[in-house]
């Protein structure tokens, strides 16, 4: 599997776990790496950005935890800003989520973007497994935040209808972001299911157990 980084073709034209053109050694061997992980709701980036960030020694900065106040309260923009600007103040981090109004914090200094673009149906079955899951053990997120059978599926705002409606413009969104000139510097890494995922992870960390 090669890497490298963004091509001139359009993004829809790439193959899963791959950026082209190929270059060697690979999207890590900076030593100061910067990575933003993007994609749907319950695509898995948090859980890959927790294995990247364990295995390349690096900090992860979960976007979300710094967004959702206590009752699912979202926290003022301003001050959404100043925690993700005091999170990524380093020169070697890894930050996981989609918000577009701390995205110029993020991708013009990020050395590699991945992102996590799989189907609509692997996504439906994540969130309704993952929600489900979640209202029974009562899992608390962040600041003692914790998700309901009725918000999570019972809502006109739940994060299935979110899901579901937000895929394919965020599908477009992001297609159209990275062919702007201001991120040609960045590595991209577009994986379009959760195997390809595995296998790429793997590729790059060798050592590393993947799940």
Known sequence: MSFG???????????????????????????????AVVGDTCSGKTTLSRQLSLALGIPHVELDALHWEPN????????????????????????????SKVRDLIWP?????????????????????????????KEELWNGNRE??????LSRDSLLVWA???????????????????YSHLMVVRLRSPR???????GVLPSQPVR
Do not use: C, Q
């Open 5 to 35: 980084r963004r091509s001139t073709r359009p993004l829809h034209r790439w193959r899963s776990g791959t950026a082209l053109p190929a270059r060697e050694p690979g999207p890590f061997a900076d030593s100061t790496p910067r990575i």
């Open 72 to 99: 699912w309260t979202m926290a003022e923009t301003d001050v959404f800003r100043k925690r993700v600007g005091e999170a990524l103040k380093g020169d070697r981090w890894l930050a996981d989520g989609n918000y």
């Open 109 to 137: 200094r990020a050395t590699t973007l991945i992102w996590l673009d799989y189907p609509l149906g692997i996504i439906v079955w994540r969130v309704l497994w993952r929600t489900l899951v979640r209202s029974i053990t």
């Open 148 to 153: 309901g059978f009725r918000a999570g599926f």
């Open 164 to 182: 579901v409606e937000t895929h394919r413009r965020r599908r477009r969104r992001y297609a159209a972001l990275l062919a702007r000139p201001e």
């Open 196 to 202: 390809a995922t595995r296998e790429w992870l793997s």
